[in-house]
């Protein structure tokens, strides 16, 4: 399985607007964070998880080159707003129309700011340049023949974020994403338990009504017993170099431009 952080920042990015604090301006390129998503090839299978507002520089910066299926954990402006660049990736396809699962709330978003992006039922082929998306209710278990993809809710707020579980066939590697989530819940603490990368929101130093403080994300990363933990969605003012001394069950904080291979 490889994996590929294209973003780990908050709404506001890094270096945020009007700021001039010292991570916003570091000279360190790990203090560098777009909005946060990830893309992850799990036996060939290209897996685009959330679009930033800057996801087409992130994918040409990172030069993806095709998406197989999309996975929106939640509705929020920072995950949802560079779905319209899913376009090109919609054009390469065979039908023109990407499957993207997501919950009931995050298919409200979705219909709601890319109406033009939901063919009729019964549309055929369109090759006219916009995106086009076939709407997935994300199940609790999504069974591919390159592996799996779990899903469980995770509280974030008003609302829920879809925490993803993803398990390569044969080579049987699990990587976890728990992006944007105040808490980690039983359920959802079983399914990652002793997962090879686990991956959880870990804000800042100080609570956050919505989002885990590092101080909580530690507590969770030590319940789940990952091989490897590391944080990401990271707040502006927290440097990169904060991440290397969160003792033995966290390593570190993700950062833009991240590749892994489990």
């Known amino acids: 399985m490889d994996i590929l952080f ?17 991570v916003c301006t570091s000279s360190d390129p790990r203090d560098q964070r777009t909005r946060a998503s990830v893309h992850v090839v799990m036996n060939g299978l290209r897996i685009q998880v959330d679009a930033a507002p800057e996801f087409r520089l992130q994918a040409l910066r990172e030069k993806i080159r095709d998406i197989d299926l999309f996975v929106l954990t939640h509705g929020h402006a920072d995950h949802v707003l560079g779905m319209d660049d899913l376009r090109r990736y919609c054009d390469l396809r065979e039908d023109g129309v990407l499957p993207v699962y997501c919950s009931a709330e995050g298919e409200e978003r979705v219909r709601a ?28 278990r999504l069974e591919l023949p390159q592996g799996v993809i779990e899903s469980v809710a995770l509280p974030h707020g008003r609302i829920e974020t879809l925490g993803l579980v993803f398990t390569e066939r044969g080579s049987g590697v699990r990587f976890v ?6 808490s980690v819940p039983p359920a959802a603490r079983e399914l990652a338990r002793g997962a090879d990368l686990l991956v ?35 707040a502006h003012a927290v440097p990169h170099v904060y991440g ?19």
């Not at 294209?6 to 010292?22: E, F, K, N, R, W």
């Not at 995106?131 to 609790?140: E, H, I, K, V, Y």
């Not at 009504?209 to 944080?231: L, N, Q, V, W």
């Not at 003792?247 to 489990?262: I, K, M």
Request: aromatic share 10%; charged share 20%; proline share 10%.
């Open 113 to 140: 700011i890319f109406p033009y992006a939901i063919p009729e039922p019964g549309a055929g082929p369109v090759r006219d340049g916009y995106a086009r998306f076939d709407l997935r209710r994300m199940p609790a």
């Open 244 to 262: 290397e001394g969160l003792g033995p069950e966290v390593q570190g904080f993700a950062y833009d431009g991240w590749r892994v291979r489990l």
């Open 6 to 22: 294209l973003g780990t920042g908050t709404s506001h990015g890094v270096p945020m607007l009007a700021c001039d604090c010292a």
């Open 200 to 234: 959880l929101d870990g804000l800042r130093p100080n609570p956050h009504p919505t989002h885990m403080s590092i101080p909580e994300a530690r507590a969770e990363a030590a319940a789940i017993g990952a091989k490897r933990c590391f944080f990401t969605h990271i």
């Open 177 to 182: 994403y728990f992006t944007d989530c105040k």
